[in-house]
T-cell receptor
Framework: AQSVSQHNHHVILSEAASLELGCNYS??????LFWYVQYPGQHLQLLLK??????LVKGIKGFEAEFIKSKFSFNLRKPSVQWSDTAEYFC??????????FGGGTRLMVKP | DTGVSQNPRHKITKRGQNVTFRCDPI?????LYWYRQTLGQGPEFLTY????????KSRLLSDRFSAERPKGSFSTLEIQRTEQGDSAMYLC???????????????FGPGTRLTVL
């Protein structure tokens, strides 16, 4: 079975700091990868996704992620975080059965 | 798109009672998914439908759980004889028509938080 690992459970940053959240997946074949965000009190929203093509994908709100096949990684980055980025971030992989397998999530707190 | 809607948003019940949740997907999305999320964890897949057909069921879905999607529109998830371990957020998601480029992207609803006392 596929698995997704998110290395950081909690991250605290000051505004304007750079962000990188790690995500590793176990599946070795063709993968569809996603990052979802859950702001406090809100539902899961899609940040960005990778299906094929350019391994550097750009999402909403200035986020980007890089798919590195050799490392089974899909890390999320943002050059300068804002207080409004405080949220929980989930990495997920879509498997052949059309089900998403999620990582455990990373809680990001951005201090103003 | 009006988004995926779920009702109720919160449900408190006593152990042993039955509960039913409803999910209304985004209009014309033909795939509908149910996930469960417990505190501090990512969502875990439960089951999914393509139109009215239930195509996949997780091992997490014990015989106390049943899901339906009559007519391929809204879906219901019923839990019979609830247990304290069923306390969780139950999430519904839908995805667009199969064959489109966006078919593999799932859009989530706000969830139903179940508390079993």
């Amino acid at each position: 079975a596929q698995s997704v690992s998110q290395h950081n459970h909690h991250v605290i940053l000051s505004e304007a700091a750079s962000l990188e959240l790690g995500c590793n997946y176990s599946y070795g074949g063709t993968v569809n990868l996603f990052w979802y965000v859950q702001y406090p009190g809100q539902h899961l929203q899609l940040l960005l996704k990778y299906f094929s093509g350019d391994p550097l994908v750009k999402g909403i709100k200035g986020f980007e992620a890089e798919f590195i096949k050799s490392k089974f990684s899909f890390n999320l980055r943002k050059p300068s975080v804002q207080w409004s980025d405080t949220a929980e971030y989930f990495c997920a992989v879509l498997n052949a059965g059309n089900m998403l397998t999620f990582g455990g999530g990373t809680r990001l707190m951005v201090k103003p | 798109d009006t988004g995926v809607s779920q009702n109720p948003r919160h449900k408190i019940t006593k152990r042993g009672q039955n509960v039913t949740f409803r999910c209304d997907p985004i209009s014309e999305h033909n795939r509908l998914y149910w996930y469960r999320q417990t505190l501090g964890q990512g969502p875990e897949f439960l089951t999914y439908f393509q139109n009215e057909a239930q195509l996949e069921k997780s091992r997490l879905l014990s015989d106390r759980f049943s899901a339906e999607r009559p007519k391929g529109s809204f879906s219901t998830l019923e839990i019979q004889r609830t247990e304290q371990g069923d306390s969780a957020m139950y999430l519904c998601a839908s995805s667009p028509f199969v064959g489109t480029e966006r078919a593999d992207t799932q859009y989530f609803g706000p969830g139903t938080r179940l508390t079993v006392l």
